[in-house]
């Protein structure tokens, strides 16, 4: 379900940024890590200059929900907030142009579905919205839609009297700079299956079709000139698919190729766009950064490989200028020799954080930077190379102090079959390194991966006294892709027997107490927890799972309905041979004797409420010990303050009440 390239955003245009300093200088830490301090949803997210550097916009969090504002940079005083309804959530903005900006909403809709075409009425499905603003909000009641329905549809197609509504709209293939007034966008607008591509104009929102679509093909990627040249897809097998266009010639199935059955895949295009910047694996199952030719279907060059993890490439203006190693928290290697000396001298000015460029001029006089930390989810600078002066501009989490909270560092330990596993863990800051009460906090994906830097949930649970192990177990991203498939088919077997294990690494080391482990984790990591007292509830004294899948058998279920979806997850998930019931918490809930506690949001899109209220109707039927509650609203990853604050006090009560009083720690005293 990873295997097609995610893209990565270029840099964009910065000019200077004065004006808020003003807004957050007064801003000082509080005492102590309260709880409503590590549920705001920060601010300064994702903070952007428009292109011609006069307007600033960011996320903020207003009465406890992110909302986009933007002001002049030199008046802060009159900001202009975008609309937000109560049924949604901002997953991202950036600037379209000068004077527009452009966002895309989430929301939970109930759905039914019949084949490909989508209906009214069924299971909760997690959708997006695509707008565009006036920068000084002067159009916020009626803004430009970019991703209109179709006029006209076969018969076949329609809902009632009209086409039907396309779920996903906010997949911009291409902002295509050098034109301010379009973008380029791929959607399923009849929901056949057919992703088709548009030009779509930012000030009317009227588009033309580029490309009608190839079945089963559902992300394009664009050259230089911003023309269509490679699209991925998947058949309803599961098989990944490809076709390409090269220069002068028509579209051509790329299936066969050795690229794509390598999962080399290009992230950007040479002026000749026959040949392409890709990632992938060549010399190892690492994704090393090389020169491909696609009309000869070859490997031209290694550019750039580690040995350790998978790395990305870094643009800008269409030259690779480094990498990315997203498995150390994105860590930025630059091979330009331009942008090396000003990234080692932003180093140099933060040796102890991680130093993000997030965007600059086009004469690089301008940058806005990032320093951020395990302690500090980060500080935005500008730095005014010309006037060779640098100066903060605020923190994400101004309200908790760095100073206060506690380092994370990371370990290894052997699974029982010999493989290696890397982890983070945390030490509440002042205590002792030993017989500690310990969380277990496995990641959510479960393709996914932790990586080292400030997490607010990892940050409140060790505020409260507790040590927290965030395993990688198999299956985790990045560590090539020998790894990530040993996680295939592992559900509730391997994967969660290398978090045990991690447990009693932690034991041998004198480092936690055995009897006080608990295991908490958020949708997979919240099956991981489910399962972990289902296989050892002596080892773990709770379970915690936030928005957690519990029902195997209604996941399946839920993946049937996209093409190819119920052959990715059964694989996934490894059913061939095996009752699936023994690995699902819901049939399995009379297993349980550890105290288990259930947060999910009503209107969770991807994994829905069922799985919440039904794993706990299981236990109270099996006299398990269980505290649910019911989250109003937030959606899968909880986008609001109030959820995440009535997350974080049932979490903090129950470890309170399970795994006893936490260690002695300087940040509270305790």
């Not at 966008?185 to 490309?211: C, P, Q, Y």
């Not at 059955?261 to 040949?275: D, Q, S, T, V």
């Not at 030259?319 to 190693?325: D, E, Q």
């Not at 004198?510 to 295991?519: D, E, N």
């Amino acid at each position: 379900m990873h295997d097609a390239p995610t893209r990565s955003r270029r840099g964009r245009l910065l000019s200077a940024a004065t004006a808020l300093l003003i807004l957050w200088s007064t801003m000082a830490p509080a005492a102590g890590p309260k709880l409503e301090a590590f549920a705001t949803l920060g601010s300064l997210q994702q903070i952007e200059l428009s292109p011609d550097g006069s307007w600033v916009a960011y996320l903020y969090p207003l009465n406890g929900r992110q909302v986009v504002i933007a002001h002049p940079v030199t008046d802060a005083s009159n900001p202009t907030i975008l609309p937000l309804s109560s049924e949604s959530f901002v997953k991202w903005f950036t600037w379209g142009n000068d004077k527009q900006i452009v966002v895309s909403y989430g929301f939970t809709q109930t759905e039914r579905f019949f084949g490909q075409l989508t209906l009214l009425g069924g299971g909760d499905l997690e959708q997006t919205r695509l707008f565009a603003f006036a920068r000084d909000g002067s159009d916020s009641k009626r803004p430009v839609r970019l991703a209109m329905p179709e006029s006209r549809c076969g018969a076949g197609r329609r809902v009632g009297n009209r086409c039907p509504e396309p779920l996903f709209q906010d997949d911009v293939i291409d902002w295509m700079r050098d034109d301010p007034n379009h973008i380029m966008t791929a959607l399923d607008s009849d929901l056949d299956n057919d992703w088709e591509v548009r030009k779509v104009n930012l000030k009317s929102g009227k588009f033309k079709v580029i490309r009608e679509g190839a079945f089963d093909i559902s992300q394009w990627e664009t050259d230089q000139d911003h023309e269509l040249r490679v699209g991925y897809g998947r058949n309803e097998k599961g098989e990944l698919l490809a076709t390409y266009r090269p220069p002068g010639g028509d579209w051509t199935d790329a299936n066969d190729t050795q690229w794509l059955e390598k999962r080399i895949f290009p992230y950007g295009f040479e002026e000749n766009p026959r040949y392409a910047i890709a990632a992938g694996p060549v010399n190892s199952d690492r994704a090393a950064i090389v020169r491909l030719d696609l009309v000869e279907d070859k490997v031209l060059e290694v550019l750039h490989e580690d040995p350790e993890f998978d790395i990305y490439p870094r643009f800008d203006d269409g030259k690779l200028i480094g990498y990315i190693v997203p498995a150390q928290d994105n860590e930025l290697v630059l091979t330009d020799k331009k942008w090396k000396g000003m990234y080692d001298s932003l180093t140099q000015t933060f040796p102890n954080d991680q130093v993000s460029i997030l965007s600059w001029t086009e004469d690089k006089n301008m940058l806005l930077v990032r320093a951020r930390s395990d302690v500090d989810a980060g500080t935005i600078y500008v730095w005014d190379r010309k006037a060779s002066k640098i100066f903060a501009l605020g923190r994400t989490y101004p309200e908790l102090d760095p100073k206060a909270l506690s380092t994370m560092e990371q370990v290894s330990y052997k699974a029982r079959d010999g493989l290696e596993i890397t982890a983070y863990l945390t030490i509440p800051k002042g205590a002792d390194r030993k017989n500690l009460p310990v969380v277990v906090m496995p990641h959510g994906g479960p393709t996914s991966r932790d990586t080292w830097g400030f997490d607010f949930l990892v940050q409140m649970i060790a505020s409260r006294g507790y040590a927290v192990l965030q395993p990688n177990f198999r299956g985790s991203l990045y560590q090539g892709r020998e790894f990530r498939e040993a996680g295939e088919g592992e559900w509730g077997r391997k994967m969660q027997d290398d978090l045990d294990d991690g447990v009693n690494w932690m034991v041998e080391e004198g480092i936690a107490s055995r009897g006080r482990v608990c295991i908490v984790g958020w949708s997979y990591g919240g099956y991981a927890a489910l399962m972990g007292v289902v296989k050892n509830s002596q080892m773990y004294r709770c379970a915690a799972s936030i928005n957690g899948v519990s029902n195997l058998k209604e996941l399946r279920g839920e993946y049937s309905y996209t093409r190819g979806g119920l052959r990715q997850i059964d694989k996934l998930l490894g059913v061939k041979g095996v009752n699936i019931s023994d690995y699902s918490p819901i049939d399995q809930a009379k297993k349980i004797s550890s105290p288990v506690l259930i947060v999910h949001a009503k209107d969770d899109g991807r994994v829905p409420f069922d799985h919440g209220s039904g794993m706990a109707s299981a236990l109270k039927r099996a006299r398990g010990e269980v505290t649910f509650v019911e989250i109003e609203s937030g959606g899968h990853s909880l986008m609001n303050g109030n959820s995440r604050l009535e997350m974080l006090q049932a979490l903090e009560s129950f470890l309170g009440r399970h795994l006893g009083r936490g260690a002695r720690t300087a940040s509270l005293g305790r």
